[in-house]
């Protein structure tokens, strides 16, 4: 099973701050997403991303967060000015194709104070 | 829009037994593909196993089965000879042809040794 890592693995940060997220792709999969989970609840689809561009976003996914592969690499999810409630482990996913399942990284646990 | 629903939120089983874990799915396209993810206590999502809506025939991965009613949009994980290393938070996912994950809410698996 191709691996998916995430950094940081832990990440706190004071409300109103910024946080950037980063997964690190694997070279022959085209398709990237972020899901986040707060805790005790289910995992919920924020946004994903091919070609460099978002194919698709859910309500949640406001203008308070932004993705990018700033360099063709890693692949980023920003959250600005945070609140309490982004509280969550995000995960990001990957796939080959549109149609296969999803490899997911570790997750990053963000803790926002 | 997809819905996922696990009706068992906890669930227990003996070692060596056999447990099945239930899920259900609203959807009124033909052509999707579900999954089943495992959470340990890492919070790393696993795949466990997939299935195409095509195929007609059951996903087998190992200890791992599927029961896949497509007419009842049914789509149950079984698990045989349970081993302490299965516990953990069991999420059933629908993808459709589009890119998003639909997830439940998820079935917390014990194993009593």
């Known amino acids: 099973e191709p691996e998916v890592t995430q950094t940081p693995s832990h990440q706190v940060t004071q409300m109103g701050q910024e946080v950037i997220l980063r997964c690190v792709p694997i070279?022959?999969?085209?398709?990237f997403y972020w899901y986040r989970q707060i805790l005790g609840q289910k995992v919920e689809f924020l946004v994903s991303f091919y070609n460099n561009e978002i194919s698709e976003k859910s309500e949640i996914f406001d203008d308070q967060f932004s993705v990018e592969r700033p360099d063709g690499s890693n692949f980023t999810l920003k959250i600005r000015s945070t609140k309490l409630e982004d509280s969550a482990m995000y995960f990001c996913a990957r796939t080959q194709t549109k149609n296969t399942e999803a490899f997911f990284g570790q997750g990053t646990r963000l803790t926002v104070v | 829009a997809q819905t996922v629903t696990q009706s068992q939120p906890e669930m227990s089983v003996q070692e060596a037994e056999t447990v099945t874990l239930s899920c259900t799915y609203d959807t009124s396209e033909s052509d999707y593909y579900l999954f089943w993810y495992k959470q340990p206590p890492s919070r790393q999502m696993i795949l466990v196993i997939r299935q195409e809506a095509y195929k007609q025939q059951n996903a087998t991965e190992n200890r791992f089965s599927v029961n896949f009613q497509k007419a009842a949009k049914s789509f149950s994980l079984k698990i045989s000879d349970s081993q302490l290393g299965d516990a953990a938070l069991y999420f059933c996912?629908?993808?459709?042809?589009?890119?998003?994950?639909?997830f439940g809410t998820g079935t917390s698996l014990t194993v009593i040794p």
């Open positions: 070279s022959n999969h085209l398709y």
């Open positions: 996912a629908y993808r459709s042809t589009g890119n998003q994950f639909y």
